[in-house]
């Protein structure tokens, strides 16, 4: 266990640029076992979700090299294994991607329940339903998910909610199905779009990612293809946020604005000032904050995984601010730990009321989840004093170099270890 000892009252100011997308690479990479030549991937984040990924494809047996610390030269030809380790899968929810990837390549897949940051109830019942109507018998015992199936056959499939996770796993089988596929009431993210694009390289054929109705005509045979992963707009969101709750000034770089309009919305409601280039943002705080409602949604709207940040930002805004969280049950898990920093919050079921406007103070917290972390991270950094942030490995999880970053644009942060050693950043070169 590690922890992050954080100075408050910065402003955090510079250029900042963004990594590849967390959750387009969880994504992409089991996608790669589809084809049977070499795949060249790059712009992947270096994070432990990703690490991970890539050991759960080299136990399954795809050969793999490095070629530099964001690219990947990946070989899936001799791939024989259908079953992931459990010791792997039980890290992370989107190694669940693999029961697509391995159902269209071999029709087969046993892949163990997965584990993933604690958000409330997540089930895989749109998962399920879609593998049986695209023609797989499915069965659970023992912590597995078995699934097999003579034959993959297209099917008109709508999910009765929207679920980024079904989204994948169903794209992914249905690309390698006979005939047409159509999804009806899909996810809409940029990471589906970049997955679509990926295996479209790849051989498949795949319209409507982005929309609500995706059309897949299945392929037998993919071949090989080189795919540079999306920018990460939770990354690039977080410091956008950051820059207008610790009063700074930040470029952020090397992202889509697209992706991030529902972000820049809401700071320009704050009275952030938010100046939009084609590859960059520029986000300077205002003085002062304005108290706002913040709703989440699936993408296009305000994203969830943005909610625990947003929720620091509103904390310095003067007013009574009002939080709903439409995706998932668990995400308050920084509350009381704001708390703890005399944040005033109250949660009412899916809604928080955050009364802002009082100055946060330095404490021990502790990070539950990523996002949580992340948000903790900058309310430290708000904070009069110091703070000790516990178990930062969940922040490892989704930002790669994430205070290194902090630290260039102003921030003082160390990393150390739960006896006290001061550690080089895991994330740094």
């Not at 479209?200 to 045979?221: C, Q």
């Not at 304005?290 to 007013?319: H, N, R």
Request: glycine residues 10%; proline residues 5%; aromatic residues 4%.
């Amino acid at each position: 266990m590690e922890n992050f000892i954080v100075k408050g009252n910065v402003s955090l100011s510079g250029n900042v640029k963004i990594s590849g997308s967390k959750n387009a690479a969880v994504a992409v990479l089991p996608a790669v076992v589809l084809s049977r030549e070499n795949v060249y991937l790059e712009n992947l984040p270096d994070i432990t979700d990703v690490r991970t990924m890539i050991e759960i494809l080299e136990n399954l047996g795809v050969s793999i090299r490095r070629r530099g610390r964001n690219a990947l030269d990946l070989t899936p030809g001799n791939l024989s294994k259908i079953a992931p380790a459990y010791e792997l899968v039980k890290k992370m929810r989107a190694s669940y991607y693999f029961m697509g990837s391995l159902l269209a390549r071999f029709g087969r897949a046993e892949v163990p329940i997965p584990g993933g940051c604690d958000l409330g109830p997540r089930p895989i019942d749109q998962h399920l339903k879609g593998f049986t109507a695209l023609g797989a018998d499915i069965n659970i015992e023992h912590g597995m998910i078995n699934m097999n199936a003579d034959k993959l056959v297209g099917a008109h499939i709508y999910l009765d909610v929207v679920s980024i996770g079904a989204t994948v796993n169903l794209v992914l089988a249905a690309s390698a199905a006979e005939g047409r596929t159509v999804l009806e009431n899909v996810a809409k993210e940029p990471e589906i779009v970049d997955l679509a694009n990926f295996l479209n390289a790849m051989g498949a054929k795949i319209r409507g990612a982005g929309t609500d109705v995706i059309r897949i005509d299945g392929v037998k045979n993919f071949h090989g293809a080189a795919h540079a992963v999306i920018p990460d707009r939770i990354e690039a969101g977080t410091f956008m946020l950051a820059a207008a709750a610790t009063g700074g000034n930040v470029m952020v770089e090397d992202v889509i604005p697209k992706h991030l309009e529902a972000i820049t919305a809401k700071l320009r409601e704050t009275g952030a000032k938010v100046e939009v280039e084609p590859e960059r943002i520029r986000v300077k705080a205002p003085d002062p904050l304005s108290a706002s409602d913040l709703k989440t949604f699936p993408y296009p709207g305000f994203p969830t995984d943005l909610q625990p940040p947003g929720m620091v930002l509103l904390t310095a805004a003067k007013g009574l601010s009002v939080i709903t969280e439409n995706v998932f049950d668990g995400r308050f898990n920084q509350v009381d730990e704001l708390k703890r920093m005399g944040a005033r919050i109250k949660v009412e079921g899916r809604t928080a009321l955050v009364e802002g406007g009082t100055r946060l103070s330095g404490a021990p917290v502790t990070a539950h989840d990523l996002r949580s972390g992340a948000a903790l991270i900058i309310a430290a950094l708000m904070a009069d004093g110091e703070s000790r942030i516990n178990a930062v490995e969940h922040v490892d999880r989704g930002y790669e170099k994430f205070e290194q970053k902090l630290i260039d644009l102003g921030a003082s942060i160390k990393r150390r270890s739960e006896a006290g050693q001061e550690k080089l950043s895991t994330n740094q070169d």
